[in-house]
Each structure stands twice: as C-alpha cells, then as structure tokens.
C-alpha cells in the first residue's frame, strides 16, 4: 500500500482519537457521554495501531526490514485498548483507568513525540 495514504490514513484516525482522548481524561468518568466517547475513542485508537503495523520504519534499525521501535507503541494499543475495555465491563475502574492512561501516553504523547522529531515525514511538513 502506498505510504502517503497509510500517512494520511493514520492522521484521520490518530487526530481526532487524540481530541477525543485528551477530552475523555479531563471529563467526568463513568456518564453515557463518556462510555458512548471512549468507543469511539478506542475504534480509533485499535484502527491507529493497525494502520502504523503496515506502515514500515522509516528511521532507525527495523526488523524484517519493516518493523521499528515505534512499532512497540502500536502492540501496547493493540493489548491495552482490549483489556482497558473488558475492564470496564467488569466493572474494574482501577485497571480500566491504567490501561486507558497507558494507551494514552504510549499511543498518542510518546508516540506522537516521536512522529514530530527531526529526519520523520511529520516534522518536516510542520517545520
């Protein structure tokens, strides 16, 4: 697949999961609006992560010439998002929480730290 459309495929996706989940931490938890916003907020965070596992590594060491260190972000999405959800269908807040706060921060802020640092596709069209 094209590179580009997997860049702008991953935007459409990553932008508005990122809005959604900044709006979801600073919200009341556990209200309709938040549970209806976090499905949303976790399709999108699951549909980000698969999009990123077919885009290959475009700077640093890769494995299998494809996959990179970033890579590990989009399997933390790919296993917290899943478990982050069940939690909350349990009823279990605490590992809900923890997991929904680590995809945050490892999906969108570290991840997203990364994308904008020099020699990345998204650096040098924002700067």
Do not use: C
């Amino acid at each position: 697949m094209n590179y580009l459309l997997l860049v702008y495929l991953h935007l459409a996706s990553v932008l508005p999961a990122f809005v959604l989940g900044t709006w979801l931490l600073l919200a009341r938890k556990g209200t309709w609006l938040h549970k209806l916003l976090g499905r949303f907020y976790l399709v999108l965070m699951l549909i980000t992560a698969l999009i990123t596992l077919l885009m290959p590594a475009q700077v640093g060491p890769t494995l299998l010439g494809h996959f990179g260190w970033l890579h590990l972000l989009s399997l933390l999405v790919l296993y917290s998002g899943p478990v982050a959800y069940f939690a909350a269908q349990r009823g279990d807040v605490k590992e809900h929480a923890l997991n929904m706060l680590a995809l945050y921060i490892g999906g969108i802020i570290i991840a997203g730290s990364f994308a904008l640092m020099p020699g990345r596709l998204l650096h040098s069209w924002l700067f």
